[in-house]
């Protein structure tokens, strides 16, 4: 792998940064400093460093971002500020967002550069939880919750699944749904005729949203974190 790759991919900076470093003999190759960016490295036995820190390559990142209103979950928007933006130089790797938020949702959104993974938590096939805190236009009666814990016609082929609600005070719900359609909760609402005001996903696939996070910031995820993250794939093999 070239060398400015490696350190592009390790979302250290943006690729013109690295090359820079490079050019400033910052970056060590097995403890020789070297200046062209093309030079060919082996990511599993060479010995890398950044201003004499050693750098262990890491084929996947993994970050929680705390979405917030007004931005899209998008690599590239011709108008509106995208989710990878927030990242800032973090952002320059080839991270995408794990599904979707609307604009105007907030919550958990986690980014990585790991295709497999993602492919497996978005499969329709394997019901990954998400849970959302929901605000309502008006309070939600028994039938209401009951329809929605059975599912309900959203104007497709088929119902949704069964998803769990439970009750946190008159105009908010905790909503958990198994499968992730185009605006499904907002659109579960409407079957039940009632009106989301606000929503906010609080967990995917087992990760919850760190609410220390303010809105619009982001961390990389802990081990423990990665490691629920590496049972999915595991329990796909
Ligand atoms: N359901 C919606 O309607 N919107 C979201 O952003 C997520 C789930």
Not at 135 to 145: N, R, Y
Not at 198 to 211: N, Q, S, V, W, Y
Request: net charge neutral.
């Amino acid at each position: 792998m070239r060398l400015d790759k490696f350190l592009c991919e390790m979302n250290l900076g943006t690729r013109s940064q690295v090359k820079a470093w490079i050019r400033q003999g910052l970056v060590g190759v097995n403890g020789v400093s070297v200046k062209s960016a093309d030079t060919k490295i082996d990511e599993d036995s060479d010995q890398i460093t950044l201003r004499g820190q050693a750098l262990s390559y890491r084929k996947y990142v993994y970050y929680m971002l705390h979405k917030p209103v007004g931005v899209v979950s998008a690599t590239n928007d011709n108008t509106a500020k995208t989710v990878i933006s927030l990242l800032g130089d973090h952002g320059s790797g080839n991270l995408f967002p794990v599904g979707r938020l609307d604009k105007d949702s907030t919550g958990l959104l986690l980014l990585t550069n790991d295709g497999e993974l993602a492919h497996l938590l978005l499969s329709p096939k394997r019901h990954v939880d998400k849970t959302y805190q929901v605000t309502v236009e008006h309070m939600l009666s028994e039938q209401d919750i009951h329809r929605l814990e059975q599912g309900v016609d959203i104007g497709e082929e088929k119902p949704t699944l069964p998803a769990r609600i439970s009750v946190l005070d008159e105009n908010t719900v905790l909503i958990t749904i198994h499968e992730g359609r185009f605006h499904q909760v907002k659109r579960m609402l409407q079957a039940v005729d009632n009106r989301v005001t606000a929503l906010k996903r609080i967990r995917f696939g087992g990760l919850e949203l760190d609410e220390t996070l303010p809105p619009g910031s982001y961390r990389e995820l802990t081990e423990e974190e990665i490691a629920i993250l590496q049972n999915v794939k595991k329990s796909a093999t």
